[in-house]
């Protein structure tokens, strides 16, 4: 009767992976172009102020606010236009009082002007406007710096590039920008049970399609890495030894799916230091982890947990990733149930500020996670949830 | 004094927009590695059912379950083992009374037994198991399509593919699917006052680096499509048309940035023959969109919004993809106030709960956009929210 004789919590299990993983250095230039999703190796400075002087903030003129306070509909105020500017052009005149300046959005603020009235605020007859409203010092325009100030940090290291950050850095004159290389991520699937051919008959007689390296390398893409598979391993504990000394060699993270239990063709965690052997997480209880390995299960269901509780923490630290993920709280749909001692990870479908539990029975099946899109944990402590609860969820 | 004389409610203007999509048909068939966050073109019908046969769920001993009801811990029943499989292996031996046959997880089920004990449960000597505890019947074995039955819907056309998706494609013996072609969306900008290099002198005198093709290629990738940039085009009426015209005729969808107001240089609404042109949506009045073509702002955050309110669902239904944003429920920690008649965006931080509107003066403003992370909405008949009220948010 062997057994996982101790179950590692959660908690303690995660802590002493996170600690024995280690960022990596390894950084590539990219250009703008293939930087979305990508995690930023250093700090950008704005090598400029944005914008880069007072500008207007409207088509329309430049004018000395003072001249428009008395400005009303019925009694417009008359000013001198002494120069038009179109787009990226500068007017070199010098706005004095009872003058004006026509410009465009974004055009410098001519020498002397405080301020912009939108052109469809004014009448105009040849050289003349007529003022209908007043504005204020500083109305319709833009400050030097206002929006981003020289040096400033506008993107920290570690920040997911999304494309508004990409809009940024083009806007400071970047063309492109230092990444972290992505971690290659060994997949080793092992199962003598297991074909990768639809054969009816050889299923009928007890094998299995194989399905956790399309969903790890799924997995992998979303969070940080680039999946390497190698393959199904057959249950032979002299190729399972050279699949994962390969592996290791070859790439920064190591994932073995259906090794991690302790029957008796489950040779993984012999090659393997491994800091804890077994958690308290269901489904997954027989994850463990060490030397950048994690020995998984075999049930997809069980490495989605495994993954989601672990894997993917491991890959934000590889890359320095400001990862953290979004919990939202919701309201349970159905009551949900789980054991003392375990930190269940429960499968949900989010719509509209409530979650409705998946829970379908056996740890093999796919499609409760086709069904949800999201899961709570019930932690160790806690019996479980009543139906109309406030939970927190997080979205995979 | 040209001006939007009349501004269409944003809920009209997104109907007329979305009524004129049409769903485009190109179909290519992506090998399972290539097809994350793609878009299904057909529904999925399970082939085979999973399990394909009734299999023990265990590594432990078939039996027949009424043989256990009276073992207990220290009163076993015995029972003799008359077939050892392994994984992937049939047994050919009928389970009768008295009788077990070891197995492993996955394996088929022994004809005539009901039940599967696992290993734990039992103590071994030679060829006798002694069975500490009961079974019932069912208990430990997987039923014959339990997970997913013969020709049952697993997937619908329209769902973007996610890691447990392909999962299960493999797992129904799936090597390729059929998936939408990624719609070619062209970006034209417009804009004399533009440049492309950093350069101060130029910035100071009144250019302004371009950054929306950056943004814009992000999101299009992030929404089904394929960016194509057509570069910056100046402010010269036949240029921009022969632009509009070719980026028509070569693209699934054209985004114009820039040219969407009525100042003199705007000249893309005069070759798009629009449905609308100025919605209740702000940032981002000038909008508007016809003939595949949307012509939008030149101020970045405008041209989020844009996107955000507009854009996004116009590719979602060019690829017939399953697409409805998620929207939760927030606190607010600052008040935010909008004026009636306006639809407005509001970009926010949301973290544990609440949000914080981030809330800067300016529609040019980068930079409040990369400090957000989410929107909220506040309608046309709102004029906003207090601190402390529950608002619904949308994640970028």
Redesign the interface.
């Known amino acids: 009767?062997?057994?996982f004789k101790r179950l590692t919590p959660y908690r303690d299990a995660f802590n002493m992976m996170i600690n024995d993983i280690e960022e990596l250095q390894n950084v590539e230039e990219m250009l703008?172009?293939g930087a979305?999703g990508r995690v930023l190796a250093e700090d950008i400075h704005a090598?400029?102020d944005?914008?880069?002087?007072d500008?207007s903030?409207v088509?329309g003129y430049a004018v000395r606010a003072e001249d428009t306070f008395q400005a009303r509909e019925y009694s417009p105020i008359k000013l001198e236009v002494i120069d038009e500017?179109?787009?990226?052009?500068?007017s070199k005149e010098e706005v004095t009082n009872g003058k004006a300046v026509k410009l465009?959005?974004?055009?410098?603020m001519p020498k002397g002007a405080n301020a912009v009235i939108m052109?469809?605020m004014v009448?105009r007859e040849g050289n003349t406007i007529y003022v209908l409203r007043p504005v204020a010092p500083g109305q319709n325009v833009?400050f030097k710096g206002?929006?981003?100030k020289k040096d400033e940090v506008?993107?920290k290291k570690g920040q997911i590039l999304?494309?508004?950050?990409?809009?940024?850095?083009?806007?400071?004159?970047f063309k492109s920008v230092k990444v972290k290389k992505k971690p290659l991520v060994g997949i080793i699937v092992t199962?003598?049970?297991?074909i990768e051919?639809?054969n009816?008959e050889e299923?009928?007689?007890?094998?299995?399609?194989?399905?956790?390296?399309?969903?790890?390398?799924?997995?992998i893409?979303?969070y940080f890495g680039e999946p390497h598979f190698y393959g199904v391993i057959p249950?032979d504990e002299a190729k399972i030894k050279e699949a994962i000394e390969r592996a290791k060699r070859e790439c920064d993270l190591v994932l073995i799916t259906g090794g991690s239990?302790f029957?008796e063709?489950d040779y993984a965690h012999k090659f393997v230091k491994l800091l804890f052997h077994g958690t308290t997480i269901k489904p997954g209880r027989p994850v463990g982890y060490g030397e950048r390995v994690f020995v998984m299960s075999?049930y997809?269901s069980a490495v989605?947990a495994q993954f989601h509780l672990f894997v993917k923490y491991a890959l934000a630290k590889l890359v320095g990733a400001n990862y953290k993920p979004?919990?939202?709280?919701?309201k349970l749909k159905n009551k949900v149930a789980s054991s003392l001692g375990r930190h269940e990870f429960v499968k949900v479908y989010?719509e509209?500020?409530e979650v409705l539990p998946i829970k379908?029975?056996?740890s093999?099946?796919?499609?409760a996670?086709?069904e949800s899109n999201a899961y709570l944990i019930i932690p160790e402590d806690s019996e479980g949830h009543r139906e109309g609860e406030e939970v927190e969820v997080v979205?995979?």
């Open positions: 009767m062997r057994e703008l172009d979305l090598p400029i944005v914008p880069p002087c500008r903030a088509d500017i179109t787009a990226g052009m500068e465009m959005t974004g055009n410098k052109q469809e009448k833009s206002e929006d981003v506008v993107l999304r494309p508004q950050d990409l809009a940024i850095l083009k806007a400071l004159g199962g003598d049970e297991l051919e639809l009816e299923l009928i007689s007890g094998k299995i399609l194989e399905s956790n390296s399309a969903m790890l390398k799924g997995l893409r979303e249950d239990a029957g063709k075999g997809p989605f979004v919990t939202i709280k919701a989010y509209n500020g379908k029975k056996g093999g099946i796919i499609s996670l086709v979205f995979y």
